[in-house]
């Protein structure tokens, strides 16, 4: 009787281990964001795109801005559901770190992006498969990390 009351509590903590790892999913409202507080892009109007996914990268200086904590390329897309896609939003200084894999931190700044830049749209969260479209953005301000932007 012990063994069976030990092997239903392994049994659940597992269940519950594996359902919180499930739980950091690609989808656009930023589930995989990580425990590190930081800001997040909100990008609405993309209503064309439901169900493809999104990737948005900016270089300000010796910084790069993504939508995930690796280069651009080294990372999935996020879903595009209702017409919207967020983005936790991270920082890479590169003028400290040369490597891709170090030097990441949540984005906090209050950066202007101009307007023209684009955020890439694909048909995978594999974005080695190639861009989709590219949907262009107005002038929008982060603060503290965190902006929301319809696009153009």
């Keep these: 009787m012990r063994s069976i009351a030990v092997f239903g509590i392994v049994a659940l903590v597992a269940a519950v281990g594996f359902s919180m790892v499930s739980c950091r999913g690609r989808s656009g409202n930023a589930a995989g964001a990580g425990a590190e507080s930081g800001g997040t892009l909100t990008v609405t109007g993309l209503s064309a795109h439901n169900g493809r996914y999104a990737k948005f990268g900016y270089s300000i200086s010796q910084r790069n801005i ?7 390329y080294d990372s999935p897309g996020l879903l595009i559901n209702n017409g919207r896609v967020v983005l936790p939003m991270w920082e890479h200084d590169v003028s400290t770190t040369q ?3 170090e030097g990441w931190q949540r984005y906090t700044g209050n950066d202007t992006i101009p307007g023209g830049e684009l955020i890439a749209i694909f048909d995978s969260d594999d974005v080695w498969k190639g861009t989709v479209a590219f949907v262009r953005l107005p002038t929008f301000t982060f603060s503290h990390g965190s902006a929301t932007v319809v696009a153009e």
Excluded at 66 to 72: A, H, I, L, T
């Design 66 to 72: 993504n939508g995930s904590p690796e280069d651009f």
């Design 99 to 101: 490597s891709t894999l």
